[in-house]
């Protein structure tokens, strides 16, 4: 299986500020023959299903704020908050699907 | 507008079995793969297997290979999981999930399930 591992297990942001998560792979989920890579990320808020941001690393969901951003490409992605607001305190997740789906174990965010 | 509705919170005896429903609204059985995944309290998430109700074999974790079944009734869109031989480390909540079907394999994870509570005790 594809190790998904984030960094930091949690962080404390200002309202306003931006917030950076980490997920690395344990090998490259970029295909070549579509150079597309296979990663997503999800929002999960307390007592709620997780919810989808984006996924192609970079592609955001119809009806997603665009605060909310995917990069990277290989074994190395970021979900970067451009300006963190209260709404967005929730639990992040990235998952691959390159291979068998596996997920990472979860990026904390609250407010500083 | 795609729905998936599960089944309610169930309590069961170790070494027992448990099953799990989940039903489609909209298009989604038509167009995607439903898995199911589970998140242990506090914990993160694990992908169990899914199925492609179109064509009706579905795929396993290795990890739950010889205890889960995925199964999918085409005639009322519904997804089943069961789940065998439950300890007390079985304890999570159950979603499943609709799958996006990309050109090389499955992909996404949207919509969720709203969830199902399976508790594990004596």
């Known amino acids: 299986d594809i190790v998904m591992t984030q960094s930091p297990d949690s962080l404390a942001v200002s309202l306003g500020e931006r917030a950076t998560i980490n997920c690395k792979s344990s090998?490259?989920?970029?295909?070549?023959?579509?150079?597309?890579?296979?990663l997503a990320w999800y929002q999960q808020k307390p007592g709620q299903p997780p919810k989808l941001l984006i996924y192609w690393a970079s592609t955001r969901e119809s009806g997603v704020p665009d605060r909310f951003s995917g990069s990277g490409s290989g074994a190395d992605f970021t979900l970067t908050i451009s300006s963190l607001q209260a709404e967005d305190v929730a639990v992040y997740f990235c998952?691959?699907?390159?291979?068998?789906?596996?997920f990472g174990q979860g990026t904390k965010v609250e407010v500083k | 507008q795609v729905q998936l509705v599960q089944s309610g919170a169930q309590v069961k005896k170790p070494g027992s079995s448990v099953m799990v429903s989940c039903k489609a609204s909209?298009?989604?059985?038509?167009?995607?793969?439903i898995s199911w995944v589970r998140q242990a309290p506090g914990q993160g998430l694990e992908w169990m297997g899914g199925?492609?109700?179109?064509?009706?074999?579905?795929n396993y974790a290795q990890k739950f290979r010889d205890r889960v079944t995925i199964t999918a009734d085409e005639s009322t869109s519904t997804a089943y999981m069961e789940l065998s031989s439950l300890r007390s480390e079985d304890t999570a909540m159950y979603y499943c999930a609709a799958e996006h079907i990309t050109e090389t394999t499955v992909g996404w994870f949207d919509p969720w399930g709203q969830g199902t509570l399976v508790t594990v005790s004596s």
């Open positions: 199925i492609i109700p179109t064509f009706g074999s579905a």
């Open positions: 090998q490259s989920v970029l295909y070549s023959s579509n150079n597309k890579n296979y």
């Open positions: 998952q691959q699907y390159y291979y068998t789906p596996t």
């Open positions: 909209g298009d989604i059985f038509n167009t995607y793969a």
